[in-house]
């Protein structure tokens, strides 16, 4: 994939361009991570070489970046995975940890590992570029769907007063706002179910929600 895009945050219009990433972009990726995610959030978990090798050789068509004058402002990776409906699985074993050694050639479902924006590009609509990017992917493979947890750092504020189904549901409904469902509401992706033990995220409760794209063109 390659597609070149003039992005603007409403004062400023910057050329950009959606891209698979490769090996020369590894340093890249990996200085986009400590953007994104800053302590308190463990280093460790940051991408590595060893991941990113297993991203680009696996399955490159599910490794994009998004590119502003050069540098790497945002990145998305999925793989590919066959998962029954309602199957219960967590972060850390349906994307093998984020090595996607896992990856189904075949697989109905690209799973999303993972999707993030320098903090300074987040109002430039990137992470909406990169997942309208997934979603092509998902058409140009002939996949059914896709498909990820999303973290609910709302959750947590409100967790005394009602299920996580029922946060789901009233983001969903518009009556509550949240900093990732709504986003990913606002991509198309629609909830399908909540995950409990998904992550070890205090803000979301461990809990996340299944945010599904379904291909418009498959049956």
Not at 18 to 38: M, T
Not at 111 to 121: N, S, T
Request: aromatic fraction near 10%.
């Amino acid at each position: 994939m390659y597609k070149r895009l003039r992005v603007t945050d409403g004062s400023r219009m910057l050329p950009a361009v959606i891209r698979n990433y490769g090996y020369a972009d590894f340093e890249g990726l990996i200085a986009l991570q400590a953007l994104s995610f800053p302590p308190p959030f463990p280093p460790e978990l940051w991408w590595n070489a060893e991941q990113l090798t297993e991203h680009v050789t696996r399955f490159p068509e599910g490794a994009l970046c998004a590119e502003i004058d050069g540098r790497i402002a945002g990145s998305m990776t999925a793989l590919r995975v066959t998962l029954a409906e309602g199957e219960r699985h967590d972060w850390a074993s349906v994307t093998d940890h984020g090595f996607i050694r896992n990856h189904d050639p075949a697989g109905d479902t690209l799973y999303v590992v993972d999707i993030c924006v320098a903090p300074e590009f987040r109002k430039f609509g990137l992470g909406k570029w990169l997942m309208q990017s997934m979603y092509e992917t998902v058409v140009h493979l002939g996949a059914s769907r896709l498909l990820g947890g999303g973290r609910m750092p709302g959750y947590h504020l409100v967790a005394s007063e009602m299920s996580p189904e029922q946060y789901v549901e009233q983001v969903a409904g518009g009556f509550r706002k949240d900093p990732v469902l709504t986003f990913l509401l606002r991509c198309g992706r629609l909830p399908v179910g909540v995950a409990a033990d998904y992550l070890e995220d205090e803000e979301s409760c461990g809990y996340a929600a299944l945010m599904e794209w379904r291909n418009p063109f498959k049956s």
